[in-house]
């Protein structure tokens, strides 16, 4: 009743939910006392589902004014399904994460007999926005400095990862590569931060226990940028499904190369049209999990190729300036107004 008052309150004229549109959201549960319109983002909710063969949430989705998408992949999965063909495996792993990550989806799967409708088709239109992302405020301090704070060892080849400390975000996979790029260059030295909590990165520190000191649990931390600006490389293994992953821009901010998953819409960062690439990709498994060899491939080739490093680190800078905040509050304005127009 409170998201109710508040709309008549203050005389809102358009919803914006980052909780996608289903039977089970709690925004459907209100939607029939609303007269204003609503937009929907799409943050890989509706395209996590396309993949593991369910279209029940399409007659609520099309309750929406519009759907935003994150992604040009998204946008395409949306509308089309996902075109590239999806195996039993990876279906079976989709399912598992959306269980355990994505209470909406996960609930929506549970319903699926209870929905109706599966075969209409979506008529609710899609646009395409990339995500804003604010630029870090004040000065950071050398690399150096930070590495010292740490108790890394002086030149040190430092790669970062953030993010929930799920399956999804691959951290395993991650430490398998990590660990065998370190057996293969055993004269060289390396540190890797991890930024974020959960249960993967809760196993793998009772794993490692005190045998890897270069490896640096932070938790979550309130300001990853302090830690990305102290990287060399950032990585992001995702698995079966992702969004456009923030992580990767806000590496890019601090002129970090990001390894990541050839996956949905990450190629559109990493080597966006009429770019130079700010990245590698790395090949994927048929079950959609990160080739453990093409991931630590690229990790080696920026630690033996500095001319590598030193392009993809310029470029990286670039990219940075399509997830700028004011295109994206422009690109909104511009649906809202739309929208509203066509309400009338």
């Known amino acids: 009743m409170m998201f109710l008052y508040t709309i008549v309150r203050h005389k809102i004229e358009v919803v914006h939910s980052h909780e996608i549109l289903t039977k089970q959201s709690r925004l459907n549960a209100v939607l029939r006392f609303l007269s204003v319109p609503i937009v929907v983002t799409d943050h890989s909710g509706y395209t996590m589902l396309r993949k593991v063969q369910d279209v029940s949430f399409i007659p609520y989705a099309n309750k929406a004014r519009a759907i935003i998408a994150v992604s040009e ?64 405020q004040g000065t950071l301090p050398p690399p150096e400095v930070i590495h010292q704070e740490l108790g890394i060892a002086p030149g040190s080849f430092v790669f970062g990862m953030g993010g929930r400390g799920t399956e999804q975000k691959g951290w395993h996979y991650a430490l398998a590569a990590y660990q065998q790029l370190k057996q293969r260059h055993p004269t060289r ?23 890897a000191p270069d490896i640096i649990f932070l938790g979550n931390v309130q300001n990853p940028h302090y830690y990305m600006s102290a990287c060399r490389v950032g990585l992001v293994p995702s698995s079966f499904n992702e969004g456009l992953p923030l992580t990767i821009v806000e590496f890019f901010e601090h002129r970090v190369p990001v ?5 949905c819409g990450i190629p559109e960062v990493i080597v966006p049209a009429n770019h130079e690439p700010g990245g590698l990709l790395i090949e994927m498994e048929e079950d959609l999990t990160p080739r453990i060899a093409s991931l630590l491939k690229n990790m080696e080739a920026y630690v033996t190729q500095p001319e590598l490093w030193e392009e993809h680190a310029q470029a990286a800078l670039s990219i940075r300036k399509m997830f700028d905040v004011e295109e994206f509050v422009q ?6 107004t739309k929208v509203l127009f066509s309400s009338k």
Request: aromatic share 8%; charged share 20%; net charge negative.
């Open 73 to 136: 992949y998204a946008a395409k999965a949306l509308l089309y399904g996902d075109q590239s063909g999806v195996s039993e495996q990876a279906r079976a792993l989709g399912q598992k994460i959306i269980a355990s990550d994505y209470h909406t989806e996960a609930e929506t799967l549970k319903h699926k007999e209870l929905a109706t409708g599966q075969d209409e088709p979506l008529t609710v239109p899609v646009a395409t926005i990339y995500n804003g992302v604010l630029r870090h």
């Open 189 to 211: 030295k390396f540190a890797w931060l991890c930024m974020g909590e959960g249960p993967c990165l809760t196993a793998m520190q009772h794993e490692l226990g005190d045998t």
């Open 259 to 263: 390894i990541a998953s050839d996956l």
């Open 331 to 336: 690109a909104h304005e511009q649906l809202y």
